[in-house]
């Protein structure tokens, strides 16, 4: 993508205004092609017990956009993945049952999860250090 779009509002509707900033932020993430960049935030190798994949810091906020799982070991592996707000129960997201060199993605390509301080993605797999993750997205100042 070689040209910015010029965002221009003469409108005082609150909406649309709010509309106009996401749009400036989304166009200022754009690579060269028009795609979405997003970035590495968090990756690493499940244990065989609940443990933190991601959390956010003081001060930040997070967009979580993609989560990717590989087994790497040599049998199936059942992968679960916890979403737990701050001061929540630990609901899960995801839970797929991958044979050998097998992937899954969590979350859907239009999906998004906004976490602040507090927010905690947890996961853990059905045997030890075999399953490894990578949670794609962008960390913000609060």
């Known amino acids: 993508m070689s040209e910015r779009l010029e965002l221009k509002s003469d409108s005082r509707d609150p909406n649309l205004a709010r509309l106009m900033e996401w749009a400036r932020g ?3 993430r754009l690579d060269e092609d028009g795609v979405v960049v997003a970035e590495i935030i968090a990756d690493g190798r499940l244990s065989s ?16 956009k993609h989560i990717k799982l590989n087994n790497r070991g040599a049998g199936s592996n059942t992968a679960t993945v916890y979403l737990k707000r ?17 992937s899954a ?12 301080v507090g927010d905690l993605i947890e996961g853990f797999a059905t ?7 990578t949670v794609l997205g962008e960390v913000r100042p609060a």
Not at 86 to 102: C, F, N, Q
Request: glycine letters at 6%; proline letters at 4%.
């Open 26 to 28: 989304v166009q200022d």
């Open 49 to 64: 017990a609940t443990s933190p994949m991601f959390s956010v810091s003081t001060g930040y906020k997070a967009i979580v």
């Open 86 to 102: 701050k001061d929540g129960t630990s609901r899960v997201v995801g839970a797929p049952v991958l044979l050998t060199l097998e």
């Open 105 to 116: 993605d969590i979350l859907e390509a239009e999906e998004a999860w906004t976490l602040r």
């Open 127 to 133: 045997n030890n250090n075999e399953v490894d993750y």
